[in-house]
């Protein structure tokens, strides 16, 4: 199964966000389903079934060993010309910490990752259909974008479920497969 390890917004950060984004949106950019919002901490890629008693017990010790931290949606940015998305503020080193650990967790449990790179906190948001679509409008007016703050306080495991086929506008699916309380103190 397709996993990946993440913090959820509550919702109502995600209403914050949704209102902000609500004028932007138009047919130029493919955009993200705003109930699939989240932080992703570490990609698993395809992840083989006999490896999740493992990787669930290695990151139930990851969120064990993490405080609570307080976050908020914050600005935007960019990847390339490609990827358009939201940022985060407050406990930066504390979602990276988790992130770190994150990594290390499927590492250890035997999941193939991709080569470490640092992490980049973000909540994407929409992608550009073929690249040419100019990013800079979408940023200068999500720039000041400030979210209410929120306490982050679970690990989650999501499992994506990419379309079974070529449906025009199909999105990829998340549910989260397992979750656990930020323990640490």
């Known amino acids: 199964m397709r996993l990946f390890a993440a ?7 995600v209403a ?14 493919r955009w993200t389903a705003e109930s699939g919002w989240h932080f992703t901490l570490a990609f698993l890629g395809e992840v083989r079934e006999e490896l999740l008693p ?9 969120a064990q060993r993490t405080a609570p931290f307080d976050l908020r949606l914050h600005g ?8 358009l998305w939201a940022g985060a503020a407050g406990g930066i080193d504390a979602l990276r910490m988790l992130a770190e650990r994150a990594d290390a967790a499927a590492r250890r449990a035997g999941v193939p990752m991709e080569q470490h790179r640092r992490y ?3 909540l994407t948001l929409a992608r550009s259909r073929d690249g040419a679509t100019p990013l800079r409008p979408y940023l200068e007016s999500l720039a000041g974008f400030e979210g209410t703050p929120w306490r982050a306080d679970t690990l989650s495991l999501v499992r994506s479920n990419l379309p079974a086929g070529p449906v025009p506008g199909e999105r990829p699916r998340y549910e989260t497969a397992a979750a656990w309380p930020l323990a640490g103190g």
């Open 76 to 83: 935007s940015g960019h990847f390339g010309d490609r990827a």
């Open 54 to 62: 493992d990787l669930h017990a290695r990151l139930a010790r990851a």
């Open 7 to 13: 913090v959820l917004p509550p919702p109502r950060a």
């Open 16 to 29: 914050e966000l949704a209102a902000a984004v609500r004028p932007l949106r138009d047919d130029r950019l």
């Open 120 to 122: 980049t906190p973000h």
